[in-house]
């Protein structure tokens, strides 16, 4: 690592001297001026990916030609002329980097893949070169030193978010160590960039084909159509491709009635990274975990989760700890009943095994039919993804907050599956941009997101523009994109995101990733209100709405397999804890997947029957996508959300009045404002467990 952390900073050096020669930068780079596009929106007709790599080069030298003036500025430091002059800076980085960052994970390429690898050391060189820049530190220190006479709330809160940054990211080091940490944060920037590749070939190549129809009983001709699309993009023509989708469980393992089959899909799932080959990442994430604990232990912390959780609503891998562990009993004992329900049936129909993994889902929707009557593809025939979101999700956004959208086709997208639309305020007044991306494709990474391609800020005069992605199994051609259940609640979910986004009125500094999750998941509830639910579950065969009979059955089976469902994100929370509780003192992991098991086993999780949802190997939110010790998060703002939903059901439910509430009190304010007094302020209290342990089925009502 010394010689790429040479290379590396070598590099940055050279490009302190602006020439076109060094930085292979013209003025014909679609990202050398801001877009003349709505809103700045990209114009992706004119981007290639070979304008990436010296775009972001060059974004670097300015931004550290900008970083570099503030700290060298001889007048006093102020809120002006320091913090807001270091958010103001590097304004084209963001330009390339935000739609880098998109195109790399939902439509990447060789090219892009490689400049990726390439720049990502550069990048973390550069936030060192920030971050451990003793002058620009001085100054940060001097307005946080002056912090309770500055003149309004959001400057305070800027000061202190400015200085935690500094001082996380080892401003106080020596020169020596600060050396050091800059060595380590380049080899995991180039690491983690390693494993998004690593996992995206694996996945690609993991999918199972296979050579017999017959096989496929239990899937509908749209799948079966869409099976063999797959199969002949990847040049098995004659043949039917599975794809695979990120977490452990996949999708069709509900409805594949072939149990050899089931098997087969669940093990190229479980076993996607660890083949031995290019793509087998156990000795990625291993080394990952090592540097982040070596990391820790430079900055003065005994592990890297202490260090990471410091500026979080939880503080301290205890609270995480004692947050999970209170979960736990109620839903390993829950899970084991739904097993005993399920294994009941297996021997009912004479199966003659023990319930595994790849039978759980299949079993439990039977269990469904049979409990609730309820067949998903009922269902489906009722959720067409494009009435989901014009009818469902766009017309809940519209009650609740006021505002409208409409699709506009003039704006060049990077995929012809992108739609586009605009988004309008309760007053008319055009507020942002909305791009989503909703079916899988062998360049996107796997499960679904929500980013800015421009982010908000009254500073640069910028609005929002936003995307949401997913990976929704992709229609056969001329078919109609029907949806399951789950994925109506994952588009609902990204979207909230996007009205987070939308509504921000400053983006002062990082979100919490133990809050980012909570306008998400609290956007969920709205799937299943009357009210939405009667808008756009409509057949898109007869264009009659969904039966009574039908939604009471969805709301009825609601609960059931929750407990599955909790146990198996509880086993990925602890197995997330575990690798980042690892300290430098401790060898390192040699064998990770016996790490894995004795992580389960410690926690108590280790159900044969309920696999962690994302196993070690192609855990991406831990490894490549921030959530490093956090992805507890999802969990502990289910807490916050269905608490915060409670408050709704106490209040008159869905009403203009409520909505404004919420977007006034939460979803305008959550980057100026301590978020644990955030929400007190709003329910009233601080947040209770019991809603979500009576939403998941773990607790009767009180």
């Excluded at 809120?79 to 994970?105: D, K």
């Excluded at 694996?202 to 084909?209: F, Q």
């Excluded at 939880?314 to 390993?332: C, Q, S």
Aim: glycine letters at 4%; one cysteine or more.
């Amino acid at each position: 690592m010394k010689t790429l952390y040479l290379v590396c900073l070598s590099l940055i050096l050279a490009l302190s001297t602006p020439t076109q020669a060094q930085t292979g930068f013209d003025k014909n780079n679609p990202f050398f001026a801001k877009s003349t596009l709505p809103m700045q929106a990209p114009a992706f007709d004119k981007i290639k990916d070979a304008d990436f790599k010296p775009a972001i080069i060059e974004g670097i030298r300015q931004k550290r030609e900008e970083i570099e003036a503030i700290a060298n500025n001889p007048a006093d430091p102020t809120v002006e002329n320091t913090l807001r002059a270091m958010e103001n800076a590097g304004q084209m980085l963001s330009r390339v980097n935000n739609v880098f960052i998109l195109l790399s994970a939902s439509n990447t390429s060789s090219e892009l893949q490689k400049t990726d690898a390439e720049t990502a050391p550069l990048l973390a060189a550069l936030s060192d070169a920030i971050y451990l820049n003793t002058k620009l530190f001085k100054r940060v220190k001097a307005v946080y030193d002056k912090r309770t006479s500055l003149k309004n709330a959001e400057s305070r809160r800027l000061a202190q978010y400015y200085y935690q940054n500094f001082v996380m990211a080892g401003a106080n080091l020596s020169e020596t160590d600060k050396k050091k940490l800059t060595e380590l944060n380049m080899e995991i920037a180039t690491l983690n960039k390693k494993f998004g590749k690593q996992l995206l070939a694996a996945t690609r190549a993991g999918g199972l084909l296979v050579n017999n129809k017959d096989e496929l009983a239990g899937l509908n001709d749209g799948e079966i159509a869409a099976a063999a699309q797959s199969a002949k993009a990847a040049g098995q023509q004659g043949k039917w491709l599975i794809a695979l989708q990120n977490n452990t469980q996949q999708p069709y393992l509900k409805v594949l009635t072939n149990r050899a089959v089931r098997q087969r899909l669940f093990e190229a799932s479980w076993t996607r990274a660890e083949k031995g080959d290019e793509n087998d990442t156990r000795a990625t994430i291993a080394r990952i975990a090592a540097i982040r604990a070596q990391k820790a232990r430079l900055l003065g912390f005994s592990n890297f989760s202490a260090w990471k959780l410091q500026n979080q609503m939880a503080k301290t891998p205890a609270t995480v700890e004692n947050f999970l562990k209170d979960m736990t009993p109620a839903t390993i004992a829950k899970a084991k009943e739904e097993s005993a329900i399920i294994q009941k049936l297996i021997n009912e129909q004479k199966g003659g095994f023990e319930v595994q993994p790849w039978d759980w889902t299949f079993y439990a929707e039977q269990v469904r039919k049979a409990k609730f009557d309820l067949d998903e593809s009922q269902v489906k025939p009722y959720l067409e993804a494009w009435t989901v979101l014009e009818k469902g999700v766009f017309y809940s956004a519209n009650l609740l907050y006021g505002i409208t959208f409409k699709e506009r086709r003039d704006l060049p997208v990077y995929h012809p599956e992108v739609r586009v639309y605009d988004v309008f305020d309760k007053d008319g007044s055009r507020m942002a941009l909305f791009y989503c991306d909703y079916f899988k494709r062998d360049n996107k990474r796997g499960g679904a997101w929500t980013d800015f391609i421009i982010a908000p800020s009254k500073l640069k005069g910028t609005k929002p523009v936003v995307y949401n992605v997913a990976n929704f199994a992709h229609p056969a051609t001329e078919q109609p994109a029907l949806l399951t259940f789950d994925e109506v609640r994952t588009m609902f979910h990204e979207f909230g995101h996007t009205i987070h986004s939308i509504f921000l009125e400053t983006l002062t500094g990082d979100f919490q990733r133990d809050f980012v999750e909570f306008p998400s998941q609290f956007n969920e509830h709205w799937a299943l209100d009357p009210k939405v639910l009667k808008n756009y579950a409509i057949h898109y065969q007869t264009k009659q709405a969904m039966p009574q009979t039908l939604v009471d059955k969805i709301k009825n089976a609601g609960k059931f397999n929750q407990a599955y469902s909790t146990a198996e994100r509880l086993a990925a929370d602890y197995l997330d804890l575990q690798w980042h509780k690892l300290s430098v003192d401790e060898p390192t992991v040699t064998d990770v997947d016996k790490f894995e098991q004795e992580a389960l086993h410690k926690n108590g999780v280790d159900l044969p029957q309920v696999p962690p949802r994302y196993r070690s190997t192609y855990f991406n939110h831990i490894w490549n996508s921030g959530y490093e010790s956090c992805y507890y998060s999802y969990m502990w703002t289910s807490m916050l959300e269905n608490d915060a939903f409670y408050w709704f059901k106490e209040h008159g439910g869905l009403t203009r009045q409520n909505g404004q509430r919420f977007r006034d009190m939460v979803l305008t304010r959550s980057t100026r404002i301590p978020l644990d007094k955030l929400f007190r302020d709003f329910r009233g209290k601080d947040p209770s467990v019991t809603p979500m342990m009576i939403e998941s089925g773990l607790m009767k009502k009180l």
